[in-house]
């Protein structure tokens, strides 16, 4: 845009507004005076836009070295923070509490391997103990197994006893009640001549008596 046709804009805008302003205020017209001015610098110096799509530097120019050099800077602070956040990261697991970057490092090293140490002394007790858990749980597996024969044998062995002590036992009661009968027969014969023998003497008795009153009388 050229400046002649911004000339004749704002001369043909001073136009237009100088009959207007004629009935205004001075303040109302500093504004509005304002605002042209703006308005006009706006057009006479247009603010510069940037270039979204810019083209690459040629391989070699100074451009192209100065491009390379902030990349490299951008990947090297990259690297470094990298570094730096793994090596805060290492300074919370260890034990110590470490600043020098250095020391923090050697530390974590020292750490693992000590750990590793640890690692390898537990592998080591721990297959140990896994072995003798297993040879204690065959002994006692197998102590298991002796103890149900030994179990069957001797339920076996009371099953028989039992066997023999009912059978003992029905013989003894069949012993007793025949001695039991035998001895109330015996019984009974003792008592029937007992009765004998007294009614034997009692006739005895009275024939004596008799005689003897006989006796008496004569």
């Not at 001073?14 to 703006?38: G, I, M, R, Y």
């Not at 923070?81 to 509490?97: M, R, S, V, Y």
């Not at 020098?100 to 050697?106: S, V």
């Not at 007992?194 to 005689?211: L, M, P, W």
Request: hydrophobic content about 25%.
């Amino acid at each position: 845009m050229n400046k002649s046709f911004v000339q004749s804009q704002m001369a043909s805008s001073h136009q237009t507004v100088n009959p207007q302003v004629t009935n205004q205020s001075s303040s109302q017209q500093a504004v509005q005076f304002q605002t042209l001015q703006t308005y006009n610098n706006s057009i006479l110096h247009p603010q510069p836009t940037r270039n979204i799509h810019t083209t690459k530097p040629p391989v070699g120019s100074d451009e192209w070295l100065k491009q390379r050099r902030a990349n490299h800077k951008e990947v090297e602070r990259r690297r470094r923070e990298t570094i730096n956040e793994g090596i805060n990261e290492l300074a919370k697991l260890i034990p110590e509490d470490e600043k020098n970057k250095g020391r923090i490092i050697a530390r974590a090293v020292q750490y693992i391997q000590r750990l590793k140490e640890q690692e390898t002394t537990n592998l080591e007790k721990w297959t140990l103990e896994k072995l003798l858990c297993e040879q204690a749980i065959s002994e006692l597996s197998l102590q298991v197994e002796t103890l149900k024969h030994q179990n069957s044998q001797l339920k076996a062995q009371l099953a028989a006893l039992t066997q023999q002590l009912q059978s003992q036992y029905q013989t003894t009661n069949a012993a007793a009640a025949t001695t039991a009968s035998q001895n109330t027969t015996t019984t009974t014969n003792q008592n029937a001549s007992t009765t004998q023998e007294s009614q034997v003497d009692k006739i005895a008795t009275s024939k004596t008596e008799k005689e003897k009153d006989k006796k008496k009388r004569n």
